[in-house]
């Protein structure tokens, strides 16, 4: 079992849904919880940041961490063309510990 | 804005040759990490280093993976020999170790023929 699951997809929504993405970890150390988005063809950007649980919004974009269920989700509202990328979490234990990734879930939003 | 800048972008090589790969972290950052991206097994962490020093290199090959942070403005990632499965894009991401995200670099799409 890997230590981050994460649906790869594809996910496919008519322009304005709502989108959520989530992940599902399996070590209870994580403590902080990362979201990036990744175009095709390019490295990996930073979109959310939350340490330890709760919601934390940016714009149309809200994280929520839940580390009683081990459990992260990242919200997409009134989603855009622009929003069509891959989708990576990725969760950190802290200290001296990996950056460790989850698969990533291709988004694709249609107009 | 401050980036990571990552040598060659793009990388085509005879299988066996060896292959070099630059990163320049970011001005500050004291953590840098090697990743490793393919379609099937997504990103994979190779290597990382905090304030230069080796932390874990445990994803990587160690018969012919080297990865090495001679300064702080420089992390190598070498490939001796180079294998066809080699082919991937291989990222370097740089941070604080205070765990606020990490900024990646455009990475190296290395191919091995």
């Known amino acids: 079992q890997k230590e981050v699951e994460q649906d790869p997809g594809p996910l496919s929504v008519p322009e304005g849904a709502i989108v959520s993405l989530n992940c599902t970890y399996s070590?209870?150390?994580?403590?902080?919880f990362m979201w990036y988005r990744q175009y095709s063809r390019k490295g990996p950007e930073l979109l959310m940041y939350?340490?330890?649980?709760g919601n934390k919004e940016d714009g149309r974009f809200t994280a929520q961490v839940d580390k009683s269920s081990k459990y992260i989700s990242l919200f997409i509202r009134d989603s855009q063309p622009s929003d069509s990328a891959t989708y990576l979490c990725?969760?950190?234990?802290?200290?001296?510990?990996?950056?460790?990734f989850g698969a990533g879930t291709r988004l694709a939003v249609h107009p | 804005d401050a980036r990571v800048t990552q040598t060659p972008r793009h990388k085509v090589t005879e299988m066996g040759q060896e292959v070099t790969m630059r990163c320049q972290p970011i001005?500050?950052?004291?953590?840098v990490f090697w990743y490793r991206q393919t379609m099937m097994q997504g990103l994979e962490l190779l290597a990382y280093?905090?304030?230069?020093?080796?932390?874990?290199d445990s994803g990587m090959p160690k018969d012919r993976f080297s990865a090495e942070m001679p300064d702080a403005t420089l992390a190598t990632l070498k490939i001796q020999p180079s294998e066809p499965r080699d082919s991937a894009v291989y990222f370097c991401?740089?941070?604080?170790?205070?765990?606020?995200?990490?900024?990646f670099g455009s990475g190296t799409r290395l191919t091995v023929v």
């Open positions: 070590n209870s150390a994580f403590q902080y």
């Open positions: 280093f905090r304030n230069r020093a080796p932390l874990d």
């Open positions: 990725a969760m950190l234990a802290g200290g001296y510990n990996k950056l460790i």
């Open positions: 001005l500050g950052h004291n953590t």
């Open positions: 991401a740089s941070g604080l170790d205070t765990g606020y995200g990490y900024t």
């Open positions: 939350t340490y330890s649980s």
